[in-house]
């Protein structure tokens, strides 16, 4: 009798499962208990209508067949409570046909076990929960070792090793790495990665050529018929008997071969360790049928688990490569400050691990951030800049009140004015020697060259008063004087008009009293966080990363609302946002790439943090934090680590605040 899957919408059943001969029935309403054929492996997915079905009749199908809960849409993780106790699998909506496949056969073994009797069934409950629990591990070293000991203990085998089958791009022959190993009677066994070639003469070779099981009851005993063999030096060299062997292939849902499960001396008792011979003699026995099947069961699931793992890492590595890019993009476009970002991301990490560390201050004794905080609060320092793409070069690197172009005119009107003076001295001069002759000259020319020199002074004297006023500073009231005094002279230009020395333009500009922006480019530049918001926001964030945009919004926002772009205050900014808004005041403050300031020293820069703390403009727990923790020495050291890497690699180096 073919198994029976029992569903409110047969497009959540793969055509594959059809193929395999497993019968499907389209219900209106959730089957009763007494309606499911003791003798008919069954499997019911349940989806989101039925799961308020009375939870005395769903216990009571759950006693019969396998429940599978169906996803609705934007659920992202399986419900909780009795329901989450009596499902064997957990299909998400939209999840793909090979997951769905490999999900459904599993709640169809595990109905299988319910019909064959109460033992099989805990066992492949097991398995069904292992499954679950490899298809939500992300991290691939955790997902291995999780492999390998979840099949050493279903069929309880003392030792094991995994192996992965490493495929290159532009590379006709796949290696094989040995990953693993796993010895509860030599636990503290050295171990070291390496690469090999992937050929039938080793046990896993052969598995990963053929794609076949390889169960020996005795390795010792091996026949020369075969074409692998046993390395005894394992055993020779730390005085183990490797003796019963199962050797398994992890399949992907491509057929392919990704990995290689070796288990080594089944056990008749898994608490005993094989001490000696007699041991050995007394505990191990063959892998049988049943442990074939269990294992090969588990290898299924851990093949996708694997591919999946190694996809996630792939998408993670592109995003790295992408946040990287955004990163020399955006100090590409204003090289004076680069770096910037890389130093706000370390401050801020910084701070963090202070906080996980327990250093905490006040309100935040007690604030900790998981993996996945810390990886969304990463990320989002580093683009937390990106909208200065949006902001003109010209804007973003100013490094004057004048554009360097327009500065370069004023100054070619200066020295036209200075040759104009020559010349009226050279004519005045010819006009002496025209009307008086020789005549008391040298009196005369000393004079002119008097009233020449004098002339050249003033004009020396008002280029500075220009000069003095394009650098960014905070003027005192009544500084423009001298400045108003320059801009009220006329001369008479190259076309003979006659021309103001610096024109309506030019002298507003030359008369911003803070910085070095008027108002116009300094919206420009504010306009950054709201664009690198707009762009933030364009991404389909995983549920792990999704606040990064909101985090990167508020970092000018001040906690006493008298930042920008919003204006909001404390209620509106996130932990995350106050900690990168510490870490970014404080690298502007201290590093020494601004052509539009100096570089004021630690001291200082924590002097001005604390008064701004003291205004109610920055979070006073978090920047006592991040002074306690004496972050930027953290930062330093972590700085300098990574530049010596990037010499030995070419990367171009992260400058520290103050290094120039």
Not at 180 to 188: G, I, K, V
Not at 571 to 599: E, F, G, H, N, V
């Amino acid at each position: 009798m073919n198994p029976l899957l029992v569903v409110a919408d047969a497009s959540h059943v793969p055509a594959e499962l059809r193929d395999l001969g497993i019968d499907v029935e389209v219900a209106n309403a959730l089957p009763a208990a007494a309606d499911v054929d003791r003798d008919r492996p069954t499997a019911v997915v349940l989806p989101k209508a039925w799961r308020d079905a009375d939870p005395v009749a769903l216990r009571a199908l759950a006693s019969r067949a396998a429940i599978v809960v169906v996803g609705a849409p934007g659920e992202a993780q399986p419900p909780n409570g009795a329901l989450a106790e009596l499902a064997v699998g957990w299909l998400p909506n939209g999840a793909d046909p090979q997951a769905a496949a490999a999900t459904l056969r599993g709640a169809l073994l595990h109905a299988g076990a319910v019909s064959a009797g109460q033992a099989r069934h805990d066992e492949l409950s097991e398995l069904t929960r292992i499954g679950v629990a490899l298809s939500t591990e992300r991290d691939l070293t955790t997902l291995l070792n999780m492999i390998l000991s979840q099949a050493r203990r279903l069929v309880s085998a003392d030792a094991g090793s995994l192996y992965l089958v490493e495929r290159h791009a532009g590379e006709a022959a796949a290696t094989m790495r040995f990953t693993l190993l796993q010895n509860d009677t030599l636990p503290d066994l050295p171990f070291r990665e390496r690469t090999m070639a992937i050929n039938a003469r080793s046990l896993a070779g052969y598995v990963a050529v053929s794609g076949k099981p390889l169960v020996i009851d005795d390795v010792y005993e091996i026949g020369a018929d075969v074409p692998y063999i046993f390395n005894r030096s394992f055993d020779e060299q730390v005085a183990y008997r490797t003796q019963s062997v199962l050797v398994i292939p992890m399949r992907s849902h491509r057929d392919e071969v990704v990995g290689v499960l070796q288990l080594i001396n089944r056990k008749r008792d898994a608490d005993v360790r094989l001490s000696g011979p007699a041991v050995v003699e007394a505990q191990v026995i063959p892998f049988d049928e049943h442990s074939v099947a269990l294992v090969s069961a588990l290898a299924s699931q851990a093949a996708v688990a694997i591919e999946n793992s190694r996809l996630y890492q792939d998408i993670e590595a592109l995003f790295e490569g992408f946040v990287k890019a955004s990163v020399h993009t955006i100090e590409q476009r204003d090289p004076t400050t680069s770096g910037h970002s890389s130093r706000v991301t370390y401050y801020t990490m910084g701070l963090a691990d202070a906080l996980n560390r327990g250093v905490g201050r006040g309100a935040y004794a007690d604030t900790r951030f998981t993996k996945d905080e810390l990886r969304e609060l990463n990320y989002a320092c580093l683009l937390h800049d990106f909208g200065k793409v949006t902001v003109r070069e010209a804007v973003l690197q100013k490094a004057k009140k004048l554009y360097t172009g327009v500065l370069e005119n004023v100054r070619h009107r200066f020295s036209f004015m200075a040759q104009c003076i020559d010349l009226a001295s050279e004519r005045e001069r010819a006009d002496y020697l025209r009307t008086n002759g020789t005549l008391n000259f040298e009196a005369a020319d000393r004079e002119i060259e008097a009233r020449r020199q004098a002339k050249h002074a003033e004009l020396k004297r008002m280029l500075d008063v220009v000069l003095r006023a394009n650098e960014p500073s905070i003027m005192p009231e009544g500084t423009f004087d001298d400045l108003q005094a320059v801009a009220a002279h006329t001369f008479i230009d190259e076309t003979g008009m006659e021309t103001p020395l610096l024109s309506d333009e030019e002298l507003r500009f030359l008369s911003i009293r803070r910085g070095n922006l008027d108002d116009r480019e300094r919206k420009e530049i504010e306009s950054h966080a709201s664009q690198s918001y707009a762009f933030l926001t364009r991404i389909p964030w995983t549920s792990e990363l999704r606040n990064i945009p909101e985090i990167v919004w508020g970092h000018h926002e001040k906690l006493n609302g008298r930042g920008y772009p919003r204006g909001i205050g404390a209620p509106d900014l996130r932990l995350q946002t106050r900690m990168m808004t510490i870490s970014d005041i404080y690298d502007a403050l201290t590093a020494a790439d601004r052509p539009y300031k100096k570089a004021v020293t630690n001291e200082r820069a924590i002097a001005i943090l604390r008064e701004e703390a003291r205004e109610g403009a920055l979070d006073h727990d978090l920047l006592e934090t991040f002074i306690e923790a004496r972050v930027w020495e953290a930062v330093a050291s972590q700085v300098a680590e990574t530049n010596r890497d990037a010499r030995q690699t070419g990367a171009v180096p992260v400058r520290v605040s103050g290094e120039r």
